[in-house]
Nanobody, 122 residues
Framework: VQLQASGGGLVQAGGSLRLSCTAS????????LGWFRQGPGEEREFVSS???????RYSESVEGRFTISRDNAKKTMYLQMNSLKPEDTAVYYC?????????????????WGQGTLVTVSS
């Protein structure tokens, strides 16, 4: 399974970006999916996830500002990021979990994309 993340870029604080993650897997619809991020000098952290049934989870830091979604027909997951803050600056990674849960724990994800850089200026 290959995951390709895209959509990162430079945006001013308060702005919006939409990240996409496209997968090569035939069974995309059966995968739990997640977004994680790693800021400069920081450890990778959970951002959001979505299960096969559409159940979503968010970290407290992005709740109410970010929205995760998936389009199984297009084999693509999205992360709509609004009201961006400088502390959202990070490399964002998408991940797939063949068990379908969409967990907040990174260890359950078997496949990872290469990451896309989001930079939010103040």
């Amino acid at each position: 399974v290959q995951l390709q993340a895209s959509g990162g870029g430079l945006v001013q604080a308060g702005g919006s970006l939409r990240l996409s993650c496209t997968a090569s897997a035939r069974a995309f619809g059966t995968y739990g999916l997640g977004w994680f991020r790693q800021g400069p000098g920081e450890e990778r952290e959970f951002v959001s996830s979505i299960s096969t049934t559409g159940k979503t989870r968010y970290s407290e830091s992005v709740e109410g500002r970010f929205t995760i979604s998936r389009d199984n027909a297009k084999k693509t997951m999205y992360l709509q990021m609004n009201s961006l803050k400088p502390e959202d600056t990070a490399v964002y990674y998408c991940a797939a979990d063949t068990h379908g849960y969409g967990s907040a724990g990174s260890t359950v994800y078997e496949y990872w994309g290469q990451g896309t850089l989001v930079t939010v200026s103040s």
